[in-house]
């Protein structure tokens, strides 16, 4: 939903109006090029931090409700629909569903306002590889039992490119430029992370795996999970400019978190926890589509028709009995309704659970372990860019010693060669500052700032950008992804936050994992899923 539908939408409830405008939401579409800030969420959750709801006049009768229809919510809803729990109803306060892989579109090409991809899948995740067989990704297995992706959503060549010492080189590991012990630290860390990919721990369980909860719990690599990356790296002589940057670069792509904060556990699972093998794939592919996971999305909501209710802000989950009620805002009516279900998912994130369950002790625990970083998201549409030397324009360009992650073309997918125009969408994780200074200083900046912003830096690459570029519009991202720093794995918060409270109330979100990834997502959903199962 455009923020400004939302503003006109919730202006009825006298107490919200006064707060959207304090929080500077008004601003947009004042770049010398056309486009504007897009997302709700933030007016959203400011309505549910700062208002309190009276109660519904009734409560509708459910089996089970959901709370959040991302990754997480959808994929408990499709299991326990696969598994004959029916009278279900997922709630989200957006118009669409996805939550952080949500994406939209234009005349030339749908576009990813989040996540964008999924890498090769490790082979024992079952579930998952069923899943991707129903949405048709995976087409069939070879006499190995290796599964076939269809090629239409392999990465298709060039796959990535990285602009450093003023040339676009293959991939992203920096090699043009680099001096014989610069290249040698990089073979030392992939020589360990080959030694971590094949690590088990003394309780027989790989070292680093997905979902992170089947990860060997071995002391010496939950030590990993007290120092961070930057420490870790230190202790390994790993000194050289590059591998410095590139692994901070990878910290920060995948988790939002400098490599100096982030923990050296994670760090290393984004490397060493990806095992898939494919029969026409390689290792290191990813699978991806014109809108990114938007497409996962869609083939998470396939038979969940009727069972999804959007612009359905929840703003209160209470036990009751043994029954759980849960009133929510319908923006559309601005009117507060009632659930009364035998069981609840909370797939949102751990602040906005606390929020809703009024339980402060709870929310304590979030304020202290769990950390969310705020992303800026573009969406720019451009025609022909000048091009620098080196590797052609590739699906993800990074630029190196950039703030931003670089952009990915979601056009890049498309079969025919000619393209009238791109869709070039561009990451930038708020990471130069702590995440309440930055996500205070992201709603305040408007549309020129971001547009401004997002220009100067695709400039060193792209001279032409200003003249080529004819519209940007702008996600904000308040509380993109839980930030896994030290602790937070292998700390007891997540462990007791994702308990269920008295057997009714169950929680799936990807911040419960520390690892914000679709896999993890898709497994928290699952778990949610089969506590309920048992129970009828
Ligand atoms: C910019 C960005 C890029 C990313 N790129 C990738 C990638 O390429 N690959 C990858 O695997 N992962 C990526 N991720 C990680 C991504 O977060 C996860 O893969 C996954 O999408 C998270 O799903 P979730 O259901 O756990 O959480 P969320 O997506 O946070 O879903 C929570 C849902 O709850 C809803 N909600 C919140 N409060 C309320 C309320 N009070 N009432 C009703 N509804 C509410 C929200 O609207 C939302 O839909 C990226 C994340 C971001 C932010």
């Not at 547009?451 to 996600?475: G, Y």
């Not at 937070?488 to 008295?502: D, F």
Request: aromatic share 10%.
């Amino acid at each position: 939903m455009k923020r400004g539908e939302f503003i006109r939408l919730t202006t009825g409830i006298a107490v919200a109006a006064p707060l959207l405008y304090a929080c500077g939401e008004t601003k947009r579409g004042t770049s010398a090029i056309p486009g504007e800030i897009v997302g709700a969420s933030a007016a959203a959750g400011h309505l549910l931090r700062d208002h309190t709801f009276n109660p519904p006049a009734a409560f509708e009768a459910k089996e089970v409700v959901i709370v959040g229809a991302g990754v997480s919510g959808l994929s408990a809803a499709r299991y326990l629909v696969q598994h004959g729990v029916t009278d279900i109803i997922v709630l989200d306060l957006e118009q669409q569903p996805g939550g952080n892989a949500a994406s939209g579109g234009n005349a030339f090409s749908k576009y990813p306002w989040g996540a964008h991809y999924v890498p090769v899948p490790n082979n024992n995740l079952t579930e998952y590889l069923s899943f991707l067989e129903e949405a048709r990704v995976i087409t069939g297995y070879d006499q190995a039992g290796l599964p076939v992706y269809d090629e239409f959503y392999i990465c298709h060549d060039p796959e990535e490119r990285l602009y450093v010492n003023g040339h676009w080189q293959e991939g992203l590991v920096p090699n043009f430029g680099l001096n014989a012990a610069e290249l040698a630290d990089f073979k030392q860390f992939f020589a360990l992370i080959d030694h971590f990919k094949k690590l088990k721990g003394s309780d027989g369980l790989d070292a680093f795996s997905i979902p992170v909860d089947t990860s060997s719990r071995d002391e010496s690599l939950r030590a990993l999970d007290r120092m961070t990356m930057k420490v870790w790296m230190d202790s390994q002589k790993l000194t050289s400019e590059y591998i410095r940057w590139y692994v901070d670069y990878c910290t920060r792509d995948d988790f939002g978190t400098p490599y100096d904060m982030v923990s050296a556990w994670a760090g290393i699972h984004y490397f060493a926890s990806r095992k898939g093998k494919a029969a026409n794939a390689a290792h290191n592919d990813v699978l991806t589509w014109e809108q990114g996971n938007g497409f996962l999305i869609e083939a998470l909501r396939k038979n969940l028709d009727g069972k999804i209710a959007t612009g359905a802000l929840a703003t209160s989950v209470k036990a009751s009995g043994d029954r759980v009620r849960i009133s929510y805002l319908d923006v559309a009516t601005r009117q507060l309704k009632g659930l009364e279900a035998k069981h609840c998912i909370m797939a949102v994130p751990q602040f906005v659970a606390a929020r809703l369950l009024g339980d402060t002790e709870r929310g304590k625990a979030v304020t202290d372990y769990f950390h969310y970083v705020p992303w800026m998201v573009a969406n720019l549409t451009v025609g022909d860019l000048h091009e620098r030397g080196g590797q052609p324009a590739s699906w993800d360009n990074v630029i190196y010693g950039s703030a931003s992650l670089g952009y990915v073309d979601a056009t890049h997918q498309q079969v025919q060669q000619r393209k009238e125009r791109r869709n070039l969408t561009y990451y930038l994780p708020l990471t130069h500052t702590s995440p309440e200074a930055a996500r205070k200083e992201a709603y305040r900046a408007g549309h020129t700032f971001w547009a401004e912003k997002v220009l100067a830096d695709l400039h060193r690459v792209h001279p032409d950008i200003r003249e080529q570029t004819e519209r940007i519009d702008i996600m904000l991202w308040g509380h993109a992804m839980v930030q896994p720093r030290p602790g937070m794995v292998h700390g007891e918060a997540r462990k007791s936050l994702s308990e269920s409270i008295g057997g009714a109330i169950h929680f799936a979100h990807t911040d419960l994992a520390g690892v914000s990834i679709f896999e993890e997502g898709f497994y928290q959903g699952l778990k949610a899923a089969r506590k309920i199962l048992q129970k009828t």
